[in-house]
């Protein structure tokens, strides 16, 4: 009898896979990014359709792509936290860097005063191009509420 009573509270203190996936984290419409590894071999992202007992419906934005994700199969959530632009920061480096760069190899030149200070300006401008384009690609920030650390 009390093998089985400890063996009973043993099993009770184990979540379920299912059980642990916060289901208030998912609401329809999230953005998630989810590691199948059976399934899918590495992630697979999109928006939550649907969490039912047993399975995640993810898809596009407008439906026209789903798929259907057993939770006992799912290694790993994530929730886009958004999307973020660098294109300022970006641009800002890139003119400081080129700018300044340029501003160390004026007074190594022959260059007149008028001439140098344009020539640090033009290539501040560059860098700032530069940077700005760089720094434009979109990247998304992820924060995982699966497993919980």
């Known amino acids: 009898m009390r093998v089985l009573l400890a063996l009973l509270l043993l099993l009770a203190a184990v979540p ?3 059980q642990a996936i916060p289901a208030d984290s998912l609401p329809v419409g999230r953005r998630v990014r989810v590691t199948v590894p059976e399934l899918y071999g590495e992630r697979v992202s999109g928006h939550v359709w649907e969490l039912t007992r047993d399975t995640l419906v993810i898809g596009d934005k407008e439906g026209w792509s789903r798929r259907t994700i057993p939770l006992s199969g799912i290694s790993r959530i994530d929730v886009s936290q958004g999307r973020t632009n660098g294109a300022v920061f970006g641009g800002l480096i890139g003119g400081a860097i080129f700018g300044g760069v340029r501003y160390v190899l004026a007074g190594v030149g022959d260059e007149t005063v008028d001439k140098a200070q344009r020539n640090v300006l033009l290539a501040g ?25």
């Open 125 to 149: 401008a560059v860098g700032a191009l530069l940077g700005a384009v760089a720094g434009a690609s979109v990247s998304e920030s992820w924060r995982r509420i699966y497993p919980p650390r």
């Open 16 to 18: 379920l896979r299912a």
